[in-house]
């Protein structure tokens, strides 16, 4: 089981970005899978998570209506559409899974068993 998560990069505040995760090793169609969050001097967050047999999702309140977690599963890959970004935002952003779970909203108030490497977002003008 492999993620690899890209798209991270400097925003302006009000800026947009899109994160990328590939996955390997399992199929987007049953575990959830979803992005996390740690910056610094802070706890690491579950900002969104996908449940991939049923679409269903979960948001924190921080990013709610602001970000949106989406597949591809003929691409083995999920994004995190990240919208109206604030310095807030700011963090290193990991992509992860826990393959025995299929509920969004328990793998994002969790600690996933597979991550990748995190991604930098700054937000800053």
């Known amino acids: 089981v492999q993620l690899q998560a890209s798209g991270g990069g400097l925003v302006q505040p009000g800026g947009s970005l899109r994160l990328s995760c590939a996955v390997s090793?399992?199929?987007?169609?049953?575990?959830?899978v979803g992005w996390f969050r740690q910056a610094p001097g802070k706890e690491r967050e579950g900002v969104s998570c996908?449940?991939?047999?049923?679409?269903?999702?979960h948001y924190s309140d921080s990013v709610k209506g602001r970000f949106t977690i989406s597949r591809d599963a003929a691409k083995n890959t999920f994004y995190l559409q990240m919208d109206n970004l604030r310095p807030e935002d700011t963090a290193v952003y990991y992509c992860?899974?826990?393959?025995?779970?299929?509920?969004?909203?328990?793998?994002?108030?969790?600690?996933?068993?597979?991550w990748g490497h995190g991604t930098l977002v700054t937000v800053s003008s």
């Open positions: 996908l449940s991939t047999w049923n679409d269903i999702t």
């Open positions: 090793g399992f199929l987007l169609d049953r575990p959830a």
């Open positions: 992860a899974t826990n393959l025995g779970q299929s509920s969004s909203y328990a793998l994002c108030t969790t600690s996933p068993s597979n």
